[in-house]
């Protein structure tokens, strides 16, 4: 599709598993982003590529958290021994610029922990 | 630091009433300022955007003009319709770093 893909659309784990979610940018875009939302809040930023490197990780809440992109496309958000606060929308955008460029988002990956 | 603001929800209006959503910003350096709007069960999308100040962006008859003495990018719509019932979200780039601020959201139904 043209859009921004992420998979899945929904997850459910018990608290302790491990959890990869998967999002492929619209092609041609070099900057990706992950966002994480929780009810009745904005987005949140979590990691922000630009090509293959994570040119800003500072919003990754601790190191549980880790993200690639290794060919320079699509990226993987890992959660590691996922705790309940981990649940939450997990957005991804894509970009033409790193700056001042429109985000491109994708319609999420509800992770849910029990 | 950077940071957005912007004024609570839900708001409920009837059919061609007169929108106003209040946003306001901090940023270091000259931001681009932004609108996105996400609808029901789909994903966030710009709605409109101003990168300098005075600039007014608009975009399916909204509209927000970047007011750098107030620091302010209020939404406007003359005339809301049903259609436009989403949650709105302001947000800027501080244009020295590549990370993007959004308020929490403005929820906002529109009656018939």
């Known amino acids: 599709g043209a859009g921004v893909s992420q998979t899945p659309s929904n997850k459910v784990t018990e608290k302790g598993k491990y959890v990869e979610l998967r999002c492929d940018p619209i092609s041609g875009h070099t900057a990706l982003y992950w966002y994480r939302q929780s009810l009745g809040q904005g987005p949140e930023f979590l990691i922000y590529f630009q090509g293959t490197g994570a040119a800003d990780d500072s919003g990754l809440p601790n190191d549980r958290f880790f993200a690639v992109r290794p060919e320079g496309s699509v990226s993987t958000l890992k959660i590691q021994r996922t705790e309940r606060g981990d649940s939450a929308v997990y957005l991804c955008?894509?970009?033409?610029?790193?700056?001042?460029?429109?985000?491109?988002f994708g319609e999420g990956s509800r992770l849910t922990v029990l | 630091g950077n940071s957005v603001t912007q004024m609570e929800g839900p708001v409920t209006l009837s059919e061609e009433a007169f929108l106003t959503i209040n946003c306001t910003y901090t940023a270091t350096g000259y931001p681009s300022l932004f609108w996105y709007v996400q609808y029901p069960g789909e994903g966030l999308q710009l709605l409109l955007k101003a990168t300098k100040a005075d600039d007014k962006g608009s975009n399916k008859g909204f509209e927000a003009t970047y007011r750098k003495e107030t620091t302010s990018f209020h939404l406007e719509k003359g005339s809301v319709q049903v259609s436009d019932s989403a949650v709105y979200f302001c947000a800027l780039n501080s244009n020295t770093g590549n990370q993007f601020y959004f308020g929490t959201g403005t929820s906002l139904t529109v009656i018939p």
């Open positions: 955008a894509s970009s033409l610029a790193g700056s001042a460029g429109e985000l491109f």
